[in-house]
């Protein structure tokens, strides 16, 4: 492929997802909602969570050390409704040091930070977070161990998702967490952009969703090194809620910008059936990874 489509990979060969471990197809729709079980007449969710240190292949013959939860980038989003009890067994079976620092409103010694609580799990070890899911809206998870920015950039990091009381409106949901890998290590942007674990992903396999039917994307900006990315949609406009701890939109747009750690979410329909593109609006991000299709396709409700 060359010309104005340019000498790249982003329509060519994909990477081996069964080898990987993980597939960002199937994790764009993958919620877990934990183990579920009523403690005193409260809802509880336990998950465990694993720190594994795993070589991916993050663009066709190159591998990346990752450190990653669960063995996948991102990890997994977990998923509560306000007022439950969230409890997160937290094992580390990575050769380093890391903890689980989350998002949201908690007591300061579940927060995941060395010297506060139980501090640093080294390898070998594990805790358990406990803490109660609030605020509703969308929330970040990610290690908290020095050298941080190499700890997130390895991979470490991954969503939570607070639903309010009695939810929000049907739609067809899906989660896109905005990273990058830095493979030469120099902490100095990155050579590839993403979202859910491979670049270009969603453009070799276009995301297929409804004529009119509510899209609602989860979206979140955990990009080490470069600070700043977008989300820019072709072709059509959402609505944007920022954090999703109001059930009211803040704008009405085609782009959004997010500094590392924001996140918010995307409510859309689609009018017209065919291909629209999706991308980061940094070009040059869009070119090295972060760029896809929604393919809108005609059909009866499922
Ligand atoms: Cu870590």
């Known amino acids: 492929m060359g010309g104005a489509n340019g000498a790249t990979f982003r329509g060519g060969a994909g990477?081996?997802?069964?080898?990987?471990?993980?597939d960002p197809r199937t994790l764009l729709r993958e919620f877990d909602y934990g183990t579920v079980s009523t403690e005193n007449g409260r809802t509880v969710r336990d998950w465990t969570i694993r720190a594994e240190d795993r070589d991916i292949e993050v663009?066709?013959?190159v591998v990346f050390p990752a450190w990653t939860f669960n063995g996948s980038i991102p990890g997994p989003t977990l998923r509560a409704t306000a007022g439950d009890l969230m409890r997160v067994r937290f094992v580390n079976d990575s050769e380093h040091p890391h903890t689980m620092h989350f998002h949201g409103i908690h007591p300061a010694d579940m927060d995941g930070v060395p010297m506060v609580?139980?501090?640093?799990?080294?390898?070998?070890?594990?805790?358990?977070y406990v803490f109660d899911a609030e605020p509703f809206g969308l929330h970040l998870y990610h290690c908290h161990v020095g050298p941080l920015a190499e700890h997130i950039a390895r991979g470490m990091y991954g969503t939570f998702i607070v639903d309010p009381p009695g939810g929000r409106p049907p739609a067809d949901e899906m989660i896109m967490v905005q990273h990058g890998y830095n493979t030469t290590f120099d902490g100095e942007g990155n050579?590839?952009?993403?979202?859910?674990g491979i670049p270009f992903v969603y453009m070799n396999d276009p995301i297929q969703v409804r004529r009119g039917e509510l899209v609602r994307?989860?979206?979140?900006n955990i990009l080490e090194y470069d600070p700043i990315n977008s989300f820019h949609l072709h072709g059509n406009f959402f609505d944007y809620y920022p954090t999703g701890t109001r059930l009211e939109p803040s704008e009405f747009t085609d782009t959004v910008i997010q500094a590392q750690g924001q996140r918010g979410i995307c409510e859309i329909r689609f009018p017209y059936p065919g291909k629209f593109m999706f991308h980061a609006h940094k070009s040059e991000f869009a070119d090295l990874g972060w760029m896809g299709f929604f393919d809108v396709v005609d059909g009866a409700e499922s």
Do not use: C, K, M, W
């Open 15 to 22: 990477v081996d997802h069964a080898a990987n471990g993980f």
């Open 59 to 61: 663009a066709p013959g």
């Open 117 to 128: 609580g139980r501090g640093i799990i080294s390898p070998g070890e594990e805790f358990t």
């Open 191 to 196: 050579q590839l952009y993403a979202v859910n």
């Open 217 to 220: 994307i989860y979206l979140v």
